[in-house]
């Protein structure tokens, strides 16, 4: 079954404030290394949210979506919020060498996101081969994918050799079952799928490499995993890397994005205590009128300008 058909995208917690620390760090990388006209690539379903901010936020014009499923191919079609977004019909593995033998679209960056909602699998891992490969010099590109840790075997023994399989020499020998258990499994995953990465790029001598930029871990009710990165020319090099390496760089959050579900007044309370150099306490909760987890109330003080606001319309 389609993700479209399961999940509204757009009332994820969780997934909108990773999304907006995704383009808040695009839109910095575009600034810093002057992409000119760049194309966007992704996966922009019936709902086009990215597209919208890539379009938005980032002035992209011209933006390629790719849907695999008939009926998803119509309605992203129908539901396409701009005249300038090309949907595609077809799996990743066979559109994208197609587009990346496409003049038009191999002679600028690309700014690509490939938002899988299945997990890291050889379909996955070729299309990040594929990607790192051939994209063309200072493209920044990221890949999200699944980290339950079921999706790699029913036990964890069964783990490490199935992660040896998908990521290959990246992956040491020595990997333990106790590593691929739940709430390891996915520090793991985002580490070997950068490795990956860094790995191909090395492995064909691609000028500039592969910089890390993004490893993001969030879940609203799945585990997933955003991991990416910069794919510079040799000239941006230094100039990317001591940027990411500066504190305002954002994208590699050291904990798990897992925001709680607030009500629209419960979210604008919280807010009007904030910005807070003290920090928002439980007894300041208290005091709002309810309550919440200490975990909860930490995540959204540190989230609270990400922390999406949702209401109804009626039309």
């Known amino acids: 079954m389609p993700s479209f058909d399961v999940i509204n995208y757009g009332l994820r917690p969780s997934k909108s404030i990773q999304r907006q620390l995704v383009f808040n760090g695009i839109h910095s990388l575009q600034a810093l290394m ?35 499923k008939k009926i998803g191919y119509r309605r992203a079609k129908f539901n396409s919020p701009y005249a300038t977004i090309k949907v595609l019909y077809g799996v990743t593995e066979k559109v994208l060498p197609e587009l990346l033998d496409c003049s038009e679209a191999i002679n600028r960056p690309w700014i690509l996101w490939l938002d899988y909602d299945c997990e890291f699998c050889e379909d996955v891992r070729d299309d990040i081969r594929l990607i790192i490969e051939r994209v063309p010099e200072n493209s920044i590109v990221l890949f999200t994918f699944n980290g339950n840790e079921m999706r790699y075997g029913r036990k964890p023994a069964q783990r490490p050799e199935r992660l040896q399989t998908l990521f290959e020499d990246v992956v040491p020998d020595s990997l333990s079952a106790n590593a691929c258990k739940k709430g390891k499994i996915e520090v793991n995953l985002a580490n070997f799928a950068i490795n990956f990465m860094k790995a191909t790029a090395a492995n064909m001598s691609r000028p500039g490499g592969f910089v890390p930029a993004f490893n993001i871990l969030y879940s609203d009710s799945a585990s997933m995993i955003t991991v990416g990165g910069v794919l510079p ?15 305002a760089w954002e994208c590699c959050p050291s904990e798990p994005i897992i925001a709680p579900n607030l009500t629209v007044k419960e979210a604008l309370a919280l807010q009007s205590l904030l910005p807070n150099g003290a920090g928002i306490s439980k007894n300041d909760v208290r005091n709002l009128g309810f309550d919440l987890e200490e975990e909860h109330v ?12 949702y209401a109804q319309v009626l039309i």
């Open 34 to 68: 002057k992409l000119d006209m760049p194309l966007y690539v992704g996966l922009g379903s019936v709902s086009f949210t990215d597209f919208s901010l890539a379009h938005r936020l980032l002035q992209i014009r011209d933006m390629v979506s790719i849907e695999s």
């Open 233 to 247: 020319n040799n000239s941006l090099v230094d100039t990317v890397n001591d940027f990411l390496q500066s504190c």
């Open 298 to 309: 930490r995540v959204y003080e540190k989230y609270y300008r990400e922390y999406p606001t």
